[in-house]
C-alpha cells in the first residue's frame, strides 16, 4: 500500500534528520532527496504529497549556490520553505521555521495529506515486500544481539518464519549474559529452534588477540576475525539466497548526501567476501533509531534489549586496555554488570545515554584484610550526547557512585581502586580505544 509522504530537499541544512522527524512525528512518511531532485525522480515516489524545502548552513556548496530544479519547484504539488526563500510566480514559497509542528500540521490538514504512518502498518507493509522479495528462498542473518540486528531478526521471522537462519558469533568480548539471552530469546520465545546457529568463537578470537597491545590492531584483528567465522557458518549452510543487514536510515543518511560531509563509512557486517554472492535485504533502511524500537516492541521483543545502550562492534575488547588478558576481560565484565544494575535501580539508565567500565593495564597499592594489596582499577564512564559525535559528563550523586565502587572492590576478584572518567568528548571520545 502506498502512504502518504512528503519528500525533504536537502538545500545544504544540519537538520534534515530533524525536518524529516518532525514530519513523521505528524504521522506523516517523510524522506530525504537530494536538493537538485527531478520530476521523474519524484514521479516514483508513490504517495508523494508535498516538497519542503530544507535549507541551511552548506547552501553553498563548494563555492556554489545550490539551485532548486525548475520543473520541480513550478510542479504543483504543495510546497513549504525552511530557512530558504524561493519563489514561484514571483510568490514566495510559505515559510516553516522547523519548530513549529502547528504550521506543519495546518500545512497537512489543508493539502488533506493522510497520517497514515504508523508502526503496526509499517510492519504489515514490510511483512508483505519481505515474502514478495524473498519468496520460498533462505536468508543469513548476523545476530549480534544489538538492537537493528535483533529487530531485523524478529521482522523477518514474522514475514518468513523458518526460512530465516541467524548466526550469532560469541567472540568473547560480550556483556554479562549477552549470548545466553540471544539464545533464549530466538530459539526458545521466538520459536526459532536450531535455525539460530550459535558458535562459540571465545577461544579462537582471544588467542588472536593474545599480546596484541595496539587499538587498531585489536580492532582489526576482531573486525577480520568476525567475517572469517560467519563466511565459514555460511559455507555449511545450503542454498541461502539472501543476506539480511540492520542498516537503518541514519546510517544512509550519515554515510553522505551530496552536501552533508560524510561522518562516517558505516559497515554493518564489515565488507563481506563478493564471492559469497547474497543479495541484500534492508528492511530498517527506512527507520530512525526511536522507530526501529518501536517495531522492535510490536513485534515482541523484551524491552531490555530494545532499548539497551549502544555497544561497540569490537565490544569489551576496546575497555579491556592494550593487551587483552582473560582476567582483566573478566574485571570489565563483571564491574559493568554491576554498573549497569546499580543504574538501573537508581532510574539512571533512562537518563545517561552510554554507561560502562573500562579496565586499564596498570596496578596501583591498596589495602585488603590489613594486608597490602597490589590490584588494578576499574574506571567508570558516563556520558550524555545526541550524536555521539561530542559528549558531556554526566553528573553522578555520590551516595550512587558510593554503592557501586563499594560493591565493584567487594565483587570484582583483583579489583582495589574506582576512578570516575570526568574527560568530555572532545577531548577525549566516548570508548578509550
Ligand atoms: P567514540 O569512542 O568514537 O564512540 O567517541 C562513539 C560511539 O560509537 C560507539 N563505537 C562503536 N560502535 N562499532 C560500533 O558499532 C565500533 O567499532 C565502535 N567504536 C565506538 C561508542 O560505543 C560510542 O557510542
Same mark, same amino acid.
Given at each position: 500500500?502506498?502512504?502518504?509522504?512528503?519528500?525533504?530537499?536537502?538545500?545544504?541544512?544540519?537538520?534534515?534528520?530533524?525536518?524529516?522527524?518532525? #514530519?513523521?512525528?505528524?504521522?506523516?512518511?517523510?524522506?530525504?532527496?537530494? =536538493?537538485?531532485?527531478?520530476?521523474?525522480?519524484?514521479?516514483?515516489?508513490?504517495?508523494?504529497?508535498?516538497?519542503?524545502?530544507?535549507?541551511?548552513?552548506?547552501?553553498?556548496?563548494? *563555492?556554489?549556490?545550490?539551485?532548486?530544479?525548475?520543473?520541480?519547484?513550478?510542479?504543483?504539488?504543495?510546497?513549504?520553505?525552511?530557512?530558504? $526563500?524561493?519563489?514561484? $510566480?514571483?510568490?514566495?514559497?510559505?515559510?516553516?521555521?522547523?519548530?513549529?509542528?502547528?504550521?506543519?500540521?495546518?500545512?497537512?490538514?489543508?493539502?488533506? &495529506?493522510?497520517?497514515?504512518? /504508523?508502526?503496526? *502498518?509499517?510492519?504489515?507493509?514490510?511483512?508483505?515486500?519481505?515474502?514478495? %522479495?524473498?519468496?520460498?528462498?533462505?536468508?543469513?542473518?548476523?545476530?549480534? *544481539?544489538?538492537?537493528?540486528?535483533?529487530?531485523?531478526?524478529?521482522?523477518?521471522?514474522?514475514?518468513?518464519?523458518?526460512?530465516?537462519?541467524?548466526?550469532?558469533?560469541? =567472540?568473547?568480548?560480550?556483556?554479562?549474559?549477552?549470548?545466553?539471552?540471544?539464545?533464549?530469546?530466538?530459539?526458545?520465545?521466538?520459536?526459532?529452534?536450531?535455525?539460530?546457529?550459535?558458535?562459540?568463537? #571465545?577461544?579462537?578470537? @582471544?588467542?588472536?588477540?593474545?599480546?596484541?597491545?595496539?587499538?587498531?590492531?585489536?580492532?582489526?584483528?576482531?573486525?577480520?576475525?568476525?567475517?572469517?567465522?560467519?563466511?565459514?557458518?555460511?559455507?555449511?549452510?545450503?542454498?541461502?539466497?539472501?543476506?539480511?543487514?540492520?542498516?537503518?536510515?541514519?546510517?544512509?543518511?550519515?554515510?553522505? /548526501?551530496?552536501?552533508?560531509?560524510?561522518?562516517?563509512? =558505516?559497515?554493518?557486517?564489515? *565488507? @563481506?567476501?563478493?564471492? +559469497?554472492?547474497?543479495?541484500?535485504?534492508?528492511?530498517?533502511?527506512?527507520?530512525?533509531?526511536?522507530?526501529?524500537?518501536?517495531?522492535?516492541?510490536? @513485534?515482541?521483543?523484551?524491552?531490555?534489549?530494545?532499548?539497551?545502550?549502544?555497544?561497540?562492534?569490537?565490544?569489551?575488547?576496546?575497555?579491556?586496555?592494550?593487551?587483552?588478558?582473560?582476567?582483566?576481560?573478566? %574485571?570489565?565484565?563483571?564491574?559493568?554488570?554491576?554498573?549497569?544494575?546499580?543504574?538501573?535501580?537508581?532510574? +539512571?539508565? %533512562?537518563?545517561?545515554? %552510554?554507561?560502562?567500565? !573500562?579496565?586499564?593495564?596498570? =596496578?596501583?597499592?591498596?589495602?585488603?584484610?590489613?594486608?597490602?594489596?597490589?590490584?588494578?582499577?576499574?574506571? &567508570?564512564?558516563?556520558?550524555?550526547?545526541?550524536?555521539?559525535?561530542?559528549?558531556?559528563?554526566?553528573?553522578?550523586?555520590?551516595?550512587?557512585?558510593?554503592?557501586?565502587?563499594?560493591?565493584?572492590?567487594?565483587?570484582?576478584?583483583? !579489583?582495589?581502586? !574506582?576512578?570516575? $572518567? @570526568?574527560?568530555?568528548?572532545?577531548?577525549?571520545?566516548?570508548?578509550?580505544?
Amino acid at each position: 500500500m502506498a502512504r502518504d509522504m512528503i519528500a525533504i530537499l536537502d538545500f545544504g541544512s544540519n537538520n534534515n534528520a530533524g525536518i524529516a522527524r518532525a #514530519v513523521r512525528a505528524c504521522g506523516v512518511y517523510s524522506e530525504i532527496v537530494a =536538493h537538485d531532485v527531478t520530476m521523474e525522480q519524484l514521479k516514483k515516489m508513490p504517495g508523494l504529497k508535498a516538497l519542503v524545502y530544507n535549507g541551511g548552513a552548506n547552501r553553498a556548496y563548494e *563555492g556554489q549556490e545550490l539551485i532548486p530544479d525548475a520543473g520541480v519547484l513550478a510542479c504543483d504539488l504543495p510546497k513549504l520553505a525552511v530557512n530558504v $526563500d524561493f519563489s514561484v $510566480d514571483g510568490e514566495n514559497l510559505p515559510c516553516w521555521n522547523g519548530n513549529e509542528q502547528n504550521v506543519l500540521n495546518v500545512f497537512i490538514e489543508k493539502n488533506g &495529506i493522510e497520517r497514515n504512518w /504508523t508502526m503496526e *502498518g509499517f510492519i504489515e507493509d514490510q511483512v508483505a515486500a519481505l515474502r514478495k %522479495q524473498i519468496g520460498d528462498k533462505k536468508v543469513l542473518l548476523a545476530l549480534s *544481539g544489538g538492537v537493528d540486528s535483533s529487530v531485523v531478526a524478529a521482522l523477518l521471522l514474522r514475514a518468513i518464519g523458518d526460512k530465516l537462519v541467524c548466526v550469532h558469533v560469541n =567472540h568473547g568480548l560480550l556483556r554479562k549474559g549477552e549470548p545466553e539471552q540471544v539464545i533464549s530469546v530466538f530459539r526458545e520465545e521466538m520459536g526459532m529452534g536450531d535455525n539460530l546457529v550459535y558458535v562459540d568463537a #571465545v577461544d579462537r578470537f @582471544l588467542n588472536k588477540l593474545e599480546n596484541v597491545a595496539d587499538p587498531e590492531k585489536k580492532r582489526k584483528i576482531i573486525g577480520a576475525e568476525f567475517i572469517r567465522v560467519f563466511e565459514e557458518e555460511a559455507r555449511k549452510l545450503d542454498d541461502i539466497s539472501f543476506l539480511g543487514q540492520g542498516t537503518i536510515y541514519p546510517d544512509i543518511l550519515e554515510s553522505g /548526501t551530496k552536501t552533508a560531509k560524510n561522518i562516517k563509512s =558505516h559497515h554493518n557486517v564489515g *565488507g @563481506l567476501p563478493e564471492d +559469497l554472492q547474497f543479495e541484500l535485504v534492508e528492511p530498517l533502511a527506512q527507520l530512525f533509531k526511536d522507530e526501529v524500537r518501536a517495531v522492535g516492541e510490536a @513485534l515482541g521483543l523484551p524491552h531490555g534489549m530494545v532499548y539497551r545502550q549502544p555497544f561497540p562492534g569490537p565490544g569489551l575488547g576496546v575497555r579491556c586496555i592494550g593487551a587483552i588478558t582473560r582476567d582483566r576481560l573478566e %574485571q570489565v565484565r563483571e564491574s559493568d554488570a554491576i554498573l549497569r544494575e546499580e543504574f538501573a535501580k537508581a532510574g +539512571l539508565d %533512562q537518563k545517561v545515554w %552510554q554507561y560502562f567500565t !573500562v579496565v586499564p593495564d596498570i =596496578h596501583s597499592v591498596g589495602v585488603r584484610n590489613h594486608e597490602r594489596s597490589f590490584e588494578r582499577p576499574v574506571i &567508570i564512564r558516563a556520558v550524555n550526547t545526541t550524536d555521539a559525535i561530542t559528549a558531556s559528563i554526566e553528573e553522578i550523586p555520590y551516595d550512587i557512585l558510593g554503592k557501586i565502587v563499594n560493591r565493584i572492590v567487594n565483587e570484582v576478584p583483583g !579489583v582495589n581502586r !574506582v576512578l570516575y $572518567d @570526568l574527560s568530555p568528548k572532545p577531548c577525549a571520545t566516548i570508548e578509550w580505544e
